[in-house]
């Protein structure tokens, strides 16, 4: 009887066969069955999902998830300091099916290695995660490849990221980053870095990155160098942080964030650049003393020329017909030029937010897009503006203290002031000027525009409109202490 028991036994065994053993750490067959592919290699358990594996309670910091080939439909989001560890990238495949955030990263030291993530609006995309890492990764098709926001010393190495139709690889307010060996090809808009502190734009990016083969030029404290097509053969990407006395002309950059940016650099120049079909044309942040002039900063999605927060800065003779939003903008960039321009087919053909104390003359801007303006002012006042071309204007009414207000600006220089399409007064002394002012809006009003286009150069009479704008901010100064003082006498003398 029992040698029958045993021989039953022993035919079971065969049939069925199963270990005795525990599940060790690093012991992983690939070739499971579909529905446990996903292994927490310090637990053991196995999952049918990686969000699954995530999500156990079991799973905590720390812990490395094995995901063994094949594709996995699902949204992935890492709530947990956790390392993703894809069998083989070329065969393990998160797919977002067209949609969603494929891999959506929220917590500290993250690591994501050897996937294929594809066909969703976000690839990759980290939010407030610091000290992750994205390795040898494949991203393709979607909106974004991989998007770092407020995510600070990160590593992204050796990664392809392809066909995105927004932006490639994005960095946002990420500093102390570092990208090696990653390859950008057929994006729209490929690579681009932007933020608000000098930390934001100090990341470590060397040419081992590309843009369609191109290597990516991020420099960072340069000084006293000139970057051409001599210089600098082939660019795929230009950006220039905290450095000076810099001239970057006479290249050719295209899609990509910012065609070239300037970043916390000052007394620099750009000329005679074309930038074209990128997010913006060329984009100085947090600068000052920049010159931008002969450029042609056409068909970008948002602005051909963008100033931000970069005081005392130049606009000259550039062309930015034919962008998304804006032809030239000026963000919170006082007593700068912006004069001599092309600047048609925009929506906003110039833009004032924040800028004041500023001269703005002599450029055309008369063509616009449907239900677009020549000229839109936000917030800024005391600017100079005079010897342009105009068709439509909007003048941003604010609120202070539960008070319609709109900002006051100049728009002549005391002698002239702008050409108007719609002007209908007339100039009974034929000398150019009509005879009645130009009502721009509330608080602004061209006192003598203009019966034809200006034709001419208006840098002759720049230098008079610096003058006048240096005189009327000394004059308030004066007649603000000299006010004060005339009405503490007045009270003396009633005292006494």
């Given at each position: 009887?029992?040698?029958?028991?045993?021989?039953?036994?022993?035919?079971?065994?065969?049939?069925f066969?199963?270990?005795?053993?525990?599940?060790c750490?690093?012991?992983?067959?690939a070739?499971?069955?579909?529905?446990?592919?996903?292994?927490?290699?310090n637990?053991?358990?196995?999952?049918?999902?990686?969000?699954?594996?995530?999500?156990?309670?079991?799973?905590?910091?720390?812990?490395?998830?094995?995901?063994?080939?094949?594709i996995?439909?699902?949204?992935?989001?890492?709530?947990?300091s956790?390392?993703?560890?894809?069998?083989?990238?070329?065969?393990?495949?998160?797919?977002?099916?067209?949609?969603?955030?494929?891999?959506?990263?929220?917590?500290?030291?993250?690591e994501?290695r050897?996937?294929?993530?594809?066909?969703?609006?976000?690839?990759?995309?980290?939010?407030?995660?610091?000290?992750?890492?994205?390795?040898?990764?494949?991203?393709?098709?979607?909106?974004?490849?991989?998007?770092?926001?407020?995510?600070?010393?990160?590593?992204?190495?050796?990664n392809?990221?392809?066909?995105?139709?927004?932006?490639?690889?994005?960095?946002?307010?990420?500093?102390?980053?570092?990208?090696?060996?990653?390859?950008m090809?057929?994006?729209?808009?490929?690579?681009?870095?932007?933020?608000?502190?000098?930390?934001?734009?100090?990341?470590?990016?060397?040419?081992?990155?590309?843009?369609?083969?191109?290597?990516i030029?991020?420099?960072?404290?340069?000084?006293?160098?000139?970057i051409?097509?001599?210089?600098?053969?082939?660019?795929?990407?230009?950006?220039?942080?905290?450095?000076?006395?810099?001239?970057?002309?006479?290249?050719?950059?295209?899609?990509?964030?910012?065609?070239?940016?300037?970043?916390?650099?000052?007394?620099?120049?750009?000329?005679?650049?074309?930038?074209?079909?990128?997010?913006?044309?060329?984009?100085?942040?947090?600068?000052?003393?920049?010159?931008?002039?002969?450029?042609?900063?056409?068909?970008n999605?948002?602005?051909?020329?963008?100033?931000?927060?970069?005081?005392?800065?130049?606009?000259?003779?550039?062309?930015?017909?034919?962008?998304?939003?804006?032809?030239?903008?000026?963000?919170?960039?006082?007593?700068?030029?912006?004069?001599?321009?092309?600047?048609?087919?925009?929506?906003?053909?110039?833009?004032?937010?924040?800028?004041?104390?500023?001269?703005?003359?002599?450029?055309?801007?008369?063509?616009?897009?449907?239900?677009?303006?020549?000229?839109?002012?936000?917030?800024s006042?005391?600017?100079?503006?005079?010897?342009?071309?105009?068709?439509?204007?909007?003048?941003?009414?604010?609120?202070?203290?539960?008070?319609?207000?709109?900002?006051?600006?100049?728009?002549?220089?005391?002698?002239?002031?702008?050409?108007?399409?719609d002007?209908?007064?007339?100039?009974a002394?034929?000398?150019?000027?009509?005879?009645?002012?130009y009502?721009?809006?509330?608080?602004?009003?061209?006192?003598y525009?203009?019966?034809?286009?200006?034709?001419?150069?208006?840098?002759?009479?720049?230098?008079?409109?610096?003058?006048?704008?240096?005189?009327?901010?000394?004059?308030?100064?004066?007649?603000?202490?000299?006010?004060?003082?005339?009405?503490?006498?007045?009270?003396?003398?009633?005292?006494q």
């Amino acid at each position: 009887m029992l040698l029958l028991t045993f021989s039953l036994l022993s035919s079971i065994l065969l049939v069925f066969p199963f270990s005795f053993e525990q599940p060790c750490k690093g012991q992983i067959n690939a070739s499971q069955q579909n529905s446990f592919r996903v292994h927490n290699l310090n637990t053991g358990k196995n999952y049918s999902t990686i969000q699954e594996a995530i999500n156990a309670p079991e799973t905590l910091d720390g812990h490395e998830i094995f995901v063994a080939s094949g594709i996995y439909y699902e949204y992935v989001t890492v709530s947990k300091s956790l390392s993703l560890i894809g069998e083989d990238r070329s065969t393990t495949i998160i797919d977002g099916n067209g949609m969603g955030t494929v891999v959506y990263v929220t917590a500290d030291n993250v690591e994501v290695r050897n996937f294929t993530i594809q066909n969703g609006t976000f690839g990759l995309y980290l939010k407030n995660s610091n000290n992750s890492k994205i390795i040898n990764n494949t991203l393709q098709d979607g909106s974004y490849g991989i998007r770092l926001y407020y995510s600070r010393n990160s590593e992204i190495i050796g990664n392809n990221i392809y066909r995105y139709t927004w932006f490639g690889v994005e960095i946002k307010a990420s500093g102390n980053t570092t990208l090696r060996d990653n390859s950008m090809v057929e994006n729209e808009y490929t690579f681009g870095v932007n933020g608000n502190s000098l930390f934001d734009f100090i990341n470590d990016i060397d040419v081992s990155n590309t843009v369609n083969d191109k290597p990516i030029h991020y420099l960072i404290n340069q000084h006293n160098i000139t970057i051409d097509a001599s210089t600098f053969q082939k660019i795929g990407y230009l950006g220039l942080v905290n450095s000076t006395n810099i001239k970057v002309k006479n290249l050719n950059v295209q899609n990509n964030k910012q065609g070239i940016l300037f970043a916390f650099t000052i007394d620099s120049s750009i000329n005679n650049v074309n930038a074209k079909n990128n997010w913006n044309g060329l984009y100085v942040a947090h600068s000052s003393n920049i010159s931008l002039s002969g450029n042609n900063a056409n068909n970008n999605f948002d602005y051909g020329i963008k100033f931000f927060n970069s005081p005392r800065s130049t606009a000259s003779g550039n062309n930015v017909d034919n962008n998304g939003w804006a032809g030239i903008g000026l963000f919170g960039s006082f007593n700068s030029t912006v004069d001599g321009n092309e600047a048609n087919s925009n929506y906003y053909n110039l833009h004032l937010v924040y800028t004041n104390n500023s001269i703005i003359a002599g450029n055309n801007a008369l063509a616009v897009k449907p239900g677009g303006y020549s000229i839109a002012v936000y917030y800024s006042h005391n600017n100079i503006i005079y010897h342009n071309t105009f068709a439509t204007t909007l003048l941003y009414v604010e609120t202070r203290n539960g008070t319609p207000f709109t900002p006051r600006n100049n728009w002549d220089n005391g002698l002239e002031g702008n050409y108007w399409s719609d002007y209908q007064g007339e100039d009974a002394d034929g000398d150019g000027i009509g005879d009645t002012p130009y009502v721009v809006g509330e608080n602004n009003v061209d006192n003598y525009p203009l019966m034809t286009r200006a034709t001419f150069s208006p840098w002759p009479t720049v230098a008079i409109a610096s003058a006048l704008i240096l005189f009327v901010s000394v004059f308030l100064v004066l007649e603000k202490k000299w006010g004060k003082d005339t009405f503490s006498i007045a009270t003396e003398k009633d005292n006494q």
